[in-house]
């Protein structure tokens, strides 16, 4: 069974850093495209910032300057650092990941979410 597994959340002084982290385990191919998603309370779910095979990023505007995503595709693992981190980033921060498990044979995984609480 493939699946995603995040860590690095959790209680964080406005102002400071994390760095989250989502390994995909299992058995497959390749892992295509990877994602961090967010969801604040109340709120819905949005993309904040995505990482190809290839290491090309794109980073929602509304966190961009402060977000960074990479990747180490030896350890099939992403990483989202966060910086100068502020209240309303207090959200479950969801990795994503498009996974080829056999060739030609594509699903959608879900990681199960990581708490990240910004306040002092």
């Known amino acids: 069974q493939v699946q995603l597994v995040e860590s690095g959340g959790g209680l964080v002084q406005p102002g400071g850093s994390l760095r989250l982290s989502c390994a995909a385990s299992?058995?497959?191919?390749?892992?295509?495209?990877m994602d961090w998603y967010r969801q604040a309370p109340g709120k819905q779910r949005e993309l904040v910032a995505s990482?190809?095979?290839?290491?090309?990023?794109s980073i929602a505007d509304s966190v961009k300057g402060r977000l960074t995503i990479s990747r180490d595709n030896v350890k099939n693992t992403a990483y989202l650092q966060i910086n100068s981190l502020k209240p309303e980033d207090t959200a479950i921060y969801y990795c994503?990941?498009?996974?080829?498990?056999?060739?030609?044979?594509?699903?959608?995984?879900w990681g199960q979410g990581t708490q990240v609480t910004v306040s002092s």
């Open positions: 299992g058995t497959f191919f390749r892992v295509t495209n």
């Open positions: 990482v190809t095979p290839g290491g090309s990023t």
């Open positions: 994503h990941a498009t996974i080829e498990r056999m060739i030609g044979d594509f699903s959608d995984i």
